[in-house]
């Protein structure tokens, strides 16, 4: 079945960086589009970026353009996000999400239909 593991959470002060990364099986990796979403209590999933499934495409949410990096490596079926810059609102758990078969990245979270178990991010200022 489909596992997404995500890893690399952790602590860190304003201005300071961290890198997650999700590790896929279960289905073929380099044909699906992938995303990062980020949660906090009381409030919905919100979508971080999106890569469509060869690398070519990427999106980003207009809160983290210019200091987030999404990348994949197939060869390793592992997606990444690079976090620099990090402020206190970045503060979530951090989910990794899959769209088995489906190459191309939309911003809709119901559209995924496989996700990791999340990791907490912790932005101290």
């Known amino acids: 079945q489909v596992q997404l593991v995500e890893s690399g959470g952790g602590s860190v002060e304003a201005g300071g960086s961290l890198r997650l990364s999700c590790a896929a099986s279960?289905?073929?990796?380099?044909?699906?589009?992938m995303g990062w979403f980020r949660q906090t209590p009381g409030k919905e999933r919100e979508g971080v970026a999106s890569?469509?499934?060869?690398?070519?495409?990427?999106n980003y949410a207009d809160s983290v353009k210019g200091r987030f990096t999404i990348s994949r490596d197939n060869a390793k079926n592992t997606l990444y996000l690079q976090m620099d810059s990090l402020k206190p609102e970045d503060t979530a758990v951090y989910y990794c999400?899959?769209?088995?078969?489906?190459?191309?990245?939309?911003?809709?979270?119901?559209?995924?239909?496989?996700w990791g178990q999340g990791t907490q991010v912790t932005v101290s200022s």
């Open positions: 999400a899959a769209r088995p078969r489906y190459p191309n990245c939309v911003t809709d979270s119901r559209a995924y239909n496989a």
């Open positions: 890569i469509s499934s060869r690398g070519a495409y990427t």
């Open positions: 279960g289905y073929t990796y380099s044909s699906a589009c």
